[in-house]
């Protein structure tokens, strides 16, 4: 049989078994109900190769992306190696690099070769000896059979190569490393002949190499080469604080085959590499929740189903239990830190919604949302005492239903009715009224956002919330509006879109900061002090409020020490997506308490500054309950603006 019959056969054998293989794989995928995600075609490549080529979130844990950028980009210059083997097999004097040759070519063969080797070293290091525990649940077996595949297809490049050029003794310095090996081989003893025998030995060796690798693939969690960038490109390019809406015909997914083709995507584009694992708070709080094993789930009953499995076995209850998708915070880090930009959140949303059409609510959980029925609001209290704060100030507050202002003021539940975040409500009212804001509030029509309602899962209640609310919004008459809570924030500028609403509005931090730089306010004198800052998910990972609260610290002639999850990288309260309605004594630490170590370990932070009426209730609690208010204090950032005396400092 000559070479090439030979290797047009293990070519026509390998690539039938990727076809099957992939199919198996891709079948659900593109069986699986539409959704729109082929907008704006130009600006999805164009993020594409950015976000790929430059490894944007990989960087982030800066090992493991430079190892990766490291065995991605050697790939694509070997590429030309096994284009250059297959090609020389099936066509006589085809070369796109010649072995003994001046070839740019190959001196890019030999050196990425080596990055290759580096790269799995790395990876293999990490594995070996710093085990992440993101890694727990992965599949760990597959990695190393990767790892081996990679390492015998350059390996075995540049074995032929080296005994090419010792059975030829074509030598050149456009292959330092084949050259190289070629010298030891000769110090070892082999001559031209050994070595042209080995060099065959070695071609077909890389040729099983990388059919083997080819073939593997599909099957493997490594699809990703071949997934993650269709999965970038198609990813939702929606506004991020908004969610999905339900499909028409269903109020939420109960059987995987509800899912749309891109969540099915997600699904088979996993690299199990556990960084929304290691992000989550829920994970971290001992709930039995991992963004990673959701994914993993989801994907291994998708394919037992294709298999004809599982029949019996429900999505809800069976595959993922009902106590997995009530952990969730839905503070985005899973999706922000995935590097195939992966959706667990919205996934546990809409099995969230089925759960909500059943009735199996946690009990918390289903109180709150009663009351948020009832009263419009989630702590049981009458709508007429939404507004009495006000009977303390010293002053009558615009009621925006009856005469138009400039700042409407959306206050939200809790600094409506919390009486911990009462105080910070009558101050933030108070500052406004010296720096003369023209501004109102909706009295006792105002009703909760549904921001967390809608992240609970129940869509109804949302909307009528959201229409109430929309509705008493159209009759004011103001420029824009202005909350101290990000949840209602979120809502009103991200998800009443929804209803083809688009607000301007503003959370008061941007606010202050604009009233100082014009001048109309100025911050109290106070002992200045090293505090730290926490970024609420709502404002910063939501909707991008990072700046302005760091900017009144400085003005307010504060020392600000971040804490190492800090912007975009912080770290979850545990409050958001309804868990601030639900039973936390499962947690083998709140979320919480994790974040006020983090805040101690800085040594020298004695304020802990918010920005969100949640934080305070979250953050005063965590204090209390780890009895270390001798040495950190939770203030508002309006105290830092305003602050009372023995108030600012812990």
Request: proline content about 6%.
């Amino acid at each position: 049989m000559t070479t090439q019959l030979a290797l047009l056969l293990l070519v026509a054998a390998a690539g039938a078994a990727f076809v099957w293989r992939g199919w198996r794989v891709l079948a659900p995928v593109l069986r699986a109900p539409p959704v729109a995600r082929t907008d704006h075609p130009a600006a999805r490549a164009a993020f594409v190769v950015q976000d790929v080529g430059l490894h944007r979130r990989l960087l982030n844990k800066r090992w493991s992306g430079v190892l990766h950028a490291l065995i991605f980009s050697g790939f694509l210059v070997l590429f030309t190696a096994i284009v250059q083997s297959f090609g020389s097999g099936l066509i006589p004097g085809f070369t796109l690099a010649p072995i003994g040759g001046n070839s740019w070519i190959a001196l890019l063969q030999d050196i990425f070769a080596v990055l290759i080797t580096i790269g799995i070293a790395m990876a293999a290091w990490q594995r070996l000896f710093w085990r992440p525990k993101r890694f727990a649940g992965s599949n760990s077996r597959d990695a190393w059979v990767i790892f081996a595949l990679v390492m015998a297809v350059a390996g075995t490049m540049l074995l032929e190569f080296a005994c090419h050029i010792l059975a030829t003794g074509q030598w050149t310095p456009w292959r330092p490393v084949s050259g190289a090996i070629a010298r030891g081989l000769a110090l070892a003893g082999m001559g031209p002949e050994g070595a042209a025998a080995a060099e065959r030995v070695f071609y077909w060796a890389h040729i099983l190499a990388v059919l083997a690798f080819l073939v593997y693939i599909p099957g493997s969690k490594h699809r990703h080469i071949l997934t993650a960038i269709p999965n970038i490109y198609f990813r939702n390019t929606g506004p991020r604080g908004a969610l999905p809406p339900p499909p028409a015909d269903a109020p939420g997914v109960a059987e995987i085959g509800q899912f749309d083709w891109k969540d099915k995507l997600d699904l088979i584009s996993c690299t199990e590499c556990g960084r929304c694992q290691e992000a989550c708070p829920a994970y971290a709080a001992g709930l039995p929740l991992s963004p990673k094993k959701v994914v993993m789930d989801l994907r291994d009953h998708m394919f037992a189903r294709e298999r004809g499995e599982e029949a019996d076995l429900p999505l809800i209850g069976g595959v993922i239990a009902p106590e997995t998708l009530w952990a969730c915070t839905t503070c985005r880090a899973c999706m922000d830190v995935c590097p195939v930009h992966i959706e667990p959140m919205t996934k546990i949303v809409e099995m969230r919604r089925s759960l909500v059409e059943e009735g199996a609510v946690e009990p918390m959980l289903q109180d709150a949302l009663a009351s948020l029925q009832r009263n419009g609001n989630s702590l049981g209290k009458p709508a007429r005492q939404r507004a009495k704060w006000t009977k303390d100030l010293g002053f009558k507050i615009k009621d925006a239903r009856k005469e138009p202002v400039d700042v409407l003021w959306f206050v939200g539940d809790y600094a409506s009715y919390d009486p911990r975040v009462q105080r910070i409500t009558l101050k933030v009212a108070e500052v406004l009224h010296a720096a003369g804001v023209d501004f109102g509030i909706l009295y006792e029509g105002e009703q909760n956002s549904g921001n967390d309602v809608r992240r609970a899962g129940e869509e109804g209640l949302f909307e009528t919330l959201a229409r109430a609310n929309i509705d008493l919004l159209d009759e004011c008459d103001f420029r824009r509006i202005m909350t101290t809570d990000p949840h209602s924030l979120n809502a009103l500028r991200q998800e009443y879109r929804l209803f083809g609403k688009d607000y301007e509005v503003i959370h008061y931090t941007q606010l202050l900061l604009e009233l100082m730089e014009a001048g109309r306010l100025a911050p109290a004198e106070a002992e200045p002090q090293v505090v730290t800052y926490h970024d609420p998910c709502y404002l910063g990972r939501y909707n991008g409020g990072f700046d302005a609260p760091r900017a009144l610290i400085r003005r307010a002639g504060h020392s600000l020490h971040e804490m190492g999850r800090c912007r975009e990288n912080s770290f979850c309260c545990g409050a958001g997506g309804g868990r601030i309605w639900m039973d936390d004594a499962a947690m083998a630490e709140r979320p919480s308490e994790n974040r006020i170590k983090e805040a101690l370990a800085l040594g020298d932070a004695r304020l802990f500054v918010v920005a969100c009426p949640k934080d305070t209730v979250m953050y005063t609690a965590a204090v209390q309950a780890l009895g270390v208010g001798d040495r950190i204090a939770v203030r508002d950032m309006i105290d830092l603006v305003r602050p009372d005396p023995g108030v600012a400092a812990a």
